[in-house]
């Protein structure tokens, strides 16, 4: 049988030291756009309490301190009728002090998240979801790329993996992770080769295990397991989950996508759950949203308006 090398221990990547390096840059950028008279702002609309959302904003609007920018968060009751909802975005498109529309997802049942998401200008949807700039993406054009899957570019930057030529496996086919990741790493700056695999997708070990890059996007804990990577691959986790776990005051603890302890024997680099990608997508968030407030500034002194 031929021998399988195994690693020791897979590099770590920091994804909380990553993601203070990217607010470190765009803190500076900020300073600069104030001082020519313009304070970048992000418009963040949380519609009811679910515990996670309230976190993810709460995370958000820590990083707007951090950074400078000015924080226009509104909160609003489960209840809120979606067409109270549309009248508040459309006041806030516009707004020229504002920059960036940012609506917390998932949104209460009663109200459309796509027509919500496509009422965001798309100059203004620092998200990257509205239908242009998922468009823009797809054809290569210049376009707010969706925190997420940008963070991730970021990480496999900052531990060094080459993508060039490589084979890169994403595990997950949302529009929020799955297909955007999959888009930039098949562009030629990136220039994998990636292959997109989900819940039909059979014999799912043998696809991975052919994978110099493994990204797990499946929203499912132990998706990815040890032997199902291959030995010196760099795995890059996005699984945020709770499960149950009486030793911690809340009840429960975050677990990603991949068994870590497992995987990391195996691969060569890993991001960790929690401090790895979820730190670099509010990192993102700030980065596009001062390059919102930048093409505002650039469009103003053009005489262009809005």
């Known amino acids: 049988m031929e021998k399988v090398t195994r690693f020791k221990e897979a590099n770590i ?57 000015a924080d226009r968060s509104i909160r609003l009751p489960e209840q809120t ?13 516009a707004d020229g002090s504002v920059h960036g529309i940012l609506v917390q997802l998932p949104l209460p049942p009663h109200i459309d998240e796509e027509k919500v998401i496509s009422a965001i200008l798309p100059e203004k949807d ?8 998922a ?23 900052e531990g060094g993996i080459e993508t060039d030529g490589r084979r890169a496996v994403v595990i997950g086919r949302s529009n929020i992770v799955g297909k955007p990741v999959a888009l930039l790493l098949a562009r030629r700056e990136w220039n994998a080769t990636v292959t997109i695999c989900h819940t039909g997708t059979k014999d799912l070990a043998d696809i991975t295990r052919q994978a110099d890059i493994l990204i797990a996007a499946a929203g ?5 397991v040890a ?3 291959k030995p010196g691959a760099a795995v ?29 024997a195996v691969a ?39």
């Open 126 to 133: 620092v998200d990257g979801f509205h239908p242009v700039n």
């Open 227 to 229: 032997d199902m990577v």
């Open 13 to 69: 990547i920091d994804g909380r030291a990553a993601a203070a390096r990217v607010r470190a840059e765009v803190a500076e950028r900020v300073l600069q756009l104030k001082a020519a008279g313009t304070t970048p702002c992000l418009a963040v609309i949380l519609v009811g309490e679910d515990p996670a959302s309230v976190s993810y904003v709460t995370g958000k609007q820590k990083a707007l301190a951090e950074v400078g920018m």
């Open 81 to 93: 009728a979606e067409a109270e909802l549309l009248s508040l975005i459309a006041g806030l498109n």
């Open 135 to 157: 468009g823009n993406l797809l054809i290569g054009r210049k376009s707010f790329l969706p925190c997420t899957p940008n963070g991730i570019l970021r990480l496999l930057k």
């Open 268 to 306: 060569s680099h890993i991001t960790p759950v929690p401090g790895g990608v979820g730190p670099m997508t509010i990192a993102m968030l700030m980065a596009n949203t001062l390059e919102a407030a930048e093409s505002a500034a650039a469009r103003a002194a053009a005489g262009q308006g809005r």
């Open 220 to 224: 499912r804990p132990g998706t990815v």
């Open 236 to 264: 890059i986790d996005v699984g945020v989950n709770r499960i149950p776990d009486a030793s911690k005051k809340s009840g429960f603890r975050l677990v990603g996508d991949v068994d870590f302890d497992g995987v990391k």
